[in-house]
């Protein structure tokens, strides 16, 4: 096969224009399309196809992939863009798979990935991606992006990923008619111990105050995370991923008891859900909360109902961003190497990341985009994420390394069971030692 750097020659010959100025108007909530009314610029690579691999299947997850495919189908409209989602919150079944097709030498054109440790450790480590620093100094991306996705996106002053979106993990959705059913009122925030009370007062009339999906791995991890930035505060979160902080703390104690606490209001059936089937228990109003990343206010929003529902920084973590960062990557050796540097050109620029954000729940990676463009919860959390401490998170790949990941992941499936505080807490100490941080 011919080398992917004389590929990237030929299509610098054969490419017209850049992908910032596609026309993508299909249907859009809450977005003005005025200002996206710009003629497609075409691509012609001489290549027939384009696959994507993810884990974006769900609802939203999948209704947003559908908006990058005809972002590029907008440029290049004779490539068939083959879709190799593999199923499963978070990755959890993707990443096994795409590393078995890396190691095999069978990768996609491009895959979804969280940039930080994950992107390291998973992708660029074992060298299965080629650099795009050269595609952020042609797109401008260096002046679009925010310092911090850039970095994280950054290893070894090479860039090896374009983020697409920025999800809030540390929110809490809920029913609007449920909690007015049963009195509860909830602000522009909400504490720990005002949650405990209003999940008290729903167990008494026999509503599930918050519900959960458990089957993936990832969603209590998800939720146990926010509950350790609702406890810890920002910066000793921050510190428990950096080394500075002891995962053998009393606040570590601490958050443990609360998550605990947390989990005698969840459905008893959440082994068997995943985190779309718990928000649905919010959406059909068997149940009143569910904690979640903004992934799934975009099955909201999919299905035109944002009055129904409302949406706070999950309990205690108003003054914290937990951020989840989904990203492109080039591989070595891909397939079809024009096309696929032509969907991170695609999926970079601002027109696409406008459209995506409204159906995954996102927020664009890019700041340069207008926010009045979003909808009002991506008006909110915009400007959340402008003001507030930015969290790597853990249960998304970006604060720890994979194997201290699985092994928090891990413990707490068996805390699920047993909740036994003193073991879990032991679990991540020696989980933080392995992963060498210093404990
Ligand atoms: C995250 C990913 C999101 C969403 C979520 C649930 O890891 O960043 O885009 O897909 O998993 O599957």
């Excluded at 610098?12 to 108007?25: D, H, K, P, Q, T």
């Excluded at 003005?32 to 497609?40: I, T, V």
Aim: charged fraction near 20%; aromatic fraction near 10%; hydrophobic fraction near 40%.
């Amino acid at each position: 096969m011919q080398s992917f750097r004389n590929h990237r020659i030929d299509r610098r010959r054969f490419s017209i224009g850049s992908a910032a100025a596609f026309a993508a108007v299909p249907f859009m909530p809450g977005i003005n399309l005025a200002a996206q009314d710009a003629s497609p610029a075409a691509f012609e690579g001489g290549e027939d196809q384009l696959e994507i691999f993810s884990w974006w299947t769900a609802g939203s997850e999948a209704a947003g992939l559908e908006e990058l495919f005809n972002a590029f189908s907008a440029t290049a409209p004779d490539v068939e863009i083959v879709n190799a989602a593999v199923a499963g919150g978070a990755g959890s079944n993707a990443q096994a798979a795409l590393q078995t097709r890396l190691q095999g030498g069978d990768p996609p054109d491009s895959w979804q990935s969280h940039p930080g440790e994950e992107l390291l450790a998973r992708y660029v480590e074992p060298g299965f991606c080629e650099p795009i620093t050269y595609l952020w100094d042609e797109e401008g991306w260096n002046d679009a992006i925010p310092e911090g996705l850039a970095e994280q996106s950054t290893i070894d002053g090479e860039k090896y990923l374009i983020p697409v979106g920025v999800h809030r993990g540390n929110v809490m959705f809920y029913n609007r008619q449920v909690l007015e059913d049963n009195g509860v009122e909830i602000g522009d925030s909400i504490s720990v111990d005002d949650f405990f009370a209003a999940c008290d007062t729903l167990q008494g009339a026999d509503v599930t105050p918050l519900a959960l999906g458990s089957i993936d791995g990832f969603e209590a991890p998800h939720m146990f995370e926010c509950i350790l930035a609702a406890t810890l505060g920002p910066e000793s979160y921050n510190g428990l991923w950096t080394g500075e902080v002891g995962w053998d703390s009393e606040e570590v104690t601490s958050a443990i008891e609360t998550f605990a606490r947390a989990l005698d209001y969840v459905n008893e059936d959440h082994p068997a859900l995943t985190w779309d089937g718990a928000m649905e228990y919010v959406l059909d109003g068997s149940a009143a909360f569910t904690i979640m990343g903004d992934w799934a206010w975009g099955n909201v929003v999919l299905q035109e109902r944002e009055d129904e529902f409302g949406y706070v920084a999950a309990p205690g973590t108003e003054n914290a961003f937990i951020t989840v960062v989904d990203g492109f990557t080039l591989p070595v050796n891909a397939p079809h190497p024009m096309n696929a540097e032509q969907w991170l050109r695609v999926v970079g620029s601002a027109e696409a990341q406008i459209t995506f954000a409204p159906f995954k729940g996102c927020i664009p990676a890019r700041t340069d985009v207008d926010t009045s463009q979003l909808n009002e919860y991506g008006q909110w959390s915009a400007n959340d994420f402008a003001n507030l401490p930015s969290l790597p998170s853990n249960a998304h790949g970006a604060a720890a390394s994979p194997q201290f990941q699985s092994s928090i992941s891990e413990a707490i499936v068996t805390f699920l069971v047993d909740k036994d505080v003193a073991m879990l807490q032991e679990a991540l100490v020696f989980g933080a030692e392995d992963a060498g941080l210093g404990q």
